[in-house]
T-cell receptor, first 113, second 114 residues
Framework: DQQVKQNSPSLSVQEGRISILNCDYT??????FLWYKKYPAEGPTFLISISSIKDKNEDGRFTVFLNKSAKHLSLHIVPSQPGDSAVYFCAASELSNDYKLSFGAGTTVTVRA | NAGVMQNPRHLVRRRGQEARLRCSPMKGHSHVYWYRQLPEEGLKFMVYLQKENIIDESGMPKERFSAEFPKEGPSILRIQQVVRGDSAAYFC????????????FGQGTRLTVV
């Protein structure tokens, strides 16, 4: 069963504009959420996380928003850069077992020059 | 994440053979996690190990799959009598302590069963 869903398999955005990636989850026990970035032939790299006590976390060009009532989170990248072209995975877990991540299927972001 | 080393990067096995996937964690990391990514899907948790101990294997198929993390040497994920459905990318991650820390992923082993 897919507890974390990324409904957009791909996203194309102009360099300098905002990229918005969306993620929905079904398990109400999840209280820790992460975004990973993955280049071809490499493993996922941690990008940013948020716990359920917050609704926003910002790190440079990356901001994650959490809407607990809607069981929805999003990642904003602004401004988008060509090096941001990658697959982005949303992941969730219970904080008490944060190694047991449930991943979405990923969104491939392409930043156009 | 370059510090987590997985080998081989690609592995081809015939149905019925055994597959052994190795993972050397980052220096100083004693916690290892294995994940599997089937085509068109996200990564799925398989097993969590510390040195010489299996902490959580709730994501491992009950048969043909086993994992170990010996006192010396890499962690091994072993798949016996492979079937076509085992074809996937297998990722290992490691962390310094367990719960509450960020884990770093290796580059993965792509297993193809022919």
């Amino acid at each position: 069963d897919q507890q974390v869903k990324q409904n957009s398999p791909s996203l194309s955005v102009q360099e300098g504009r905002i990229s918005i990636l969306n993620c929905d989850y079904t398990n109400s026990m999840f209280d820790y959420f992460l975004w990973y970035k993955k280049y071809p032939a490499e493993g996922p790299t941690f990008l940013i996380s948020i716990s359920s006590i917050k609704d926003k976390n910002e790190d440079g060009r990356f901001t994650v928003f959490l809407n607990k009532s809607a069981k929805h989170l999003s990642l904003h990248i602004v401004p988008s850069q060509p090096g941001d072209s990658a697959v982005y995975f949303c992941a969730a877990s219970e904080l008490s077992n944060d190694y047991k991540l449930s991943f979405g299927a990923g969104t491939t972001v392409t930043v156009r020059a | 994440n370059a510090g987590v080393m997985q080998n081989p990067r690609h592995l081809v096995r015939r149905r019925g053979q055994e597959a052994r996937l190795r993972c050397s964690p980052m220096k100083g990391h004693s916690h290892v996690y294995w994940y599997r990514q089937l085509p068109e899907e996200g990564l799925k948790f398989m097993v969590y190990l510390q040195k010489e101990n299996i902490i959580d294997e709730s994501g491992m198929p009950k048969e043909r799959f086993s994992a170990e993390f010996p006192k010396e040497g890499p962690s091994i994920l072993r798949i016996q009598q492979v079937v076509r459905g085992d074809s996937a990318a297998y990722f290992c991650a490691s962390s310094m302590t367990g719960v509450g820390t960020e884990a770093f992923f290796g580059q993965g082993t792509r297993l193809t069963v022919v």
